[in-house]
């Protein structure tokens, strides 16, 4: 029961979408969409980058504050949702760490007023877990149900179908796998499976954190499955989709 209702979080990465395309960084959009939330989201085609921190300020010169540092700077979609800002005309930048050292700051925007976000249910596309569940429970200001699956998501006859995808294993949108394993000491195994269980291979003794796979090791579109060994114990049984545009 608790695995079904876990799978209502996050395959609206993929399914929903909302008016208006995302920047390219340095750009980004900010968009108010209402009862005082505001989107700040945006596309990552850098090569190589450390870090993306969200700032806020009363005025587009001075006084810009950290808000959030993101949990995974080289997804190639992300998005935060502010909901603690003074008031619904702040001025919004990005802090963006490069290679060998090198940053730079995007230009300072406010809020464009995004009506049509305003009469629906806006999800920004996020690719990590954690980052897509913090604003769900954003969204539906803490309130969670008895597994703490926001009740945005369970509420109602209309549940939308979603899937949460793995903290460790989850697919980009261009075919490739990325795996983000704990920064610990234990020894990390990987296998992977067909849909129907059949073994496809497995990575042993794992030595970087986090890496990306090849999509040609996949052959085809579709789900897949992994399991996830730490010291020779489970850590994880789940799954994962390739999307056929890759």
Known sequence: ????????????????????????????????????????????????????????????????????????????????????ATNDHMFYRLYILLDKGNFLFSDAKKPFIDTNSQKQ?????????????SWLKQMNKGKTDSLGVPDILTKGNNKPDVFMPSRYV?????????????DDEKKYNLKFFEEDGTFLFELKDIKEKKFSIDKSNFYHAGWFNFELYGDGKLIEKYKFYLMKEF
């Open 170 to 182: 989850s697919a980009f949108r261009n075919g490739y796998v990325h795996v983000s394993l704990p």
């Open 1 to 84: 029961m608790k695995k079904q209702i876990l799978s209502l979080l996050i395959f609206l990465i993929t399914i929903c979408t909302y008016a208006g395309a995302q920047d390219t960084l340095p750009e980004f959009s900010v968009r108010n969409v209402g009862h005082n939330r505001t989107i700040i989201d945006w596309i990552n085609t850098f090569s190589v980058i450390k870090q993306i921190s969200i700032q806020r300020s009363f005025d587009s010169l001075t006084g810009f504050k950290t808000i959030l540092t993101v949990t995974d700077p080289t997804a190639p979609q992300n998005g935060y949702m502010d909901t603690k």
């Open 121 to 133: 249910l806006v999800i920004p596309r996020f690719t990590n877990a954690a980052d897509s569940i």
